[in-house]
T-cell receptor
Framework: SQQGEEDPQALSIQEGENATMNCSYKTSINNLQWYRQNSGRGLVHLILIRSNEREKHSGRLRVTLDTSKKSSSLLITASRAADTASYFCATINSNYQLIWGAGTKLIIKP | NAGVTQTPKFQVLKTGQSMTLQCAQDMNHNSMYWYRQDPGMGLRLIYYSASEGTTDKGEVPNGYNVSRLNKREFSLRLESAAPSQTSVYFC??????????FGQGTRLTVV
């Protein structure tokens, strides 16, 4: 079974709005990572947050981590058409394997 | 610096045929992965290699074999392809518990 589960499965917003997507996981983690995938291409790393961190920023991205709830959120502010993509969270399981959720498909409408 | 190189990019196989997907990374990473991604879904781990000479099964290993002959290369072999193995395959590498770098994927169709 997959370690992470994203919510919502799909999200459609107007350009300029903020987009928030969530990820829940099942076991204790060392870190949680967010990635973007454009049109079935390889995934691109966005941000890594360690288990002892609660919030992290990178440009227009803000990631939070709540280890007590086993959840994380990714906020993209001031969305652009180029942000249209699928977003995945990933965690390391007890066998040191990187395991993925099903992803959130984000569509930015002009 | 090429990162992760995967070949081929596209492949069509007939049921029962065999093939090997090649993956090489030039970042000196210990960890390497093979995933498959079906339409509208996330990545499912086929096999994982923590270091040269070691491999572990992931979530969906049936029908696949892997080989990690050296630190750079991690190959995935389909011995007898089945239509259920039609998918996009991704190779990735990472430092221990670190960010992963992906190849561009192999689109495999089994007819």
């Amino acid at each position: 079974s997959q370690q992470g589960e994203e919510d919502p499965q799909a999200l459609s917003i107007q350009e300029g709005e903020n987009a928030t997507m969530n990820c829940s996981y099942k076991t204790s983690i060392n870190n949680l990572q967010w990635y973007r995938q454009n049109s079935g291409r390889g995934l691109v790393h966005l941000i890594l947050i360690r288990s002892n961190e609660r919030e992290k920023h990178s440009g227009r991205l803000r990631v939070t981590l709540d280890t007590s709830k086993k959840s994380s959120s990714l906020l993209i502010t001031a969305s652009r058409a180029a942000d249209t993509a699928s977003y995945f969270c990933a965690t390391i399981n007890s066998n040191y394997q990187l395991i993925w959720g099903a992803g959130t498909k984000l569509i930015i409408k002009p | 610096n090429a990162g992760v190189t995967q070949t081929p990019k596209f492949q069509v196989l007939k049921t029962g045929q065999s093939m090997t997907l090649q993956c090489a990374q030039d970042m000196n990473h210990n960890s390497m992965y093979w995933y498959r991604q079906d339409p509208g879904m996330g990545l499912r781990l086929i096999y994982y290699s923590a270091s040269e000479g070691t491999t572990d099964k992931g979530e969906v290993p049936n029908g696949y074999n892997v080989s990690r002959l050296n630190k750079r290369e991690f190959s995935l072999r389909l011995e007898s392809a089945a239509p259920s193995q039609t998918s996009v395959y991704f190779c990735a590498s990472s430092e221990h518990r670190g960010r992963a770098f992906f190849g561009q994927g192999t689109r495999l169709t089994v007819v």
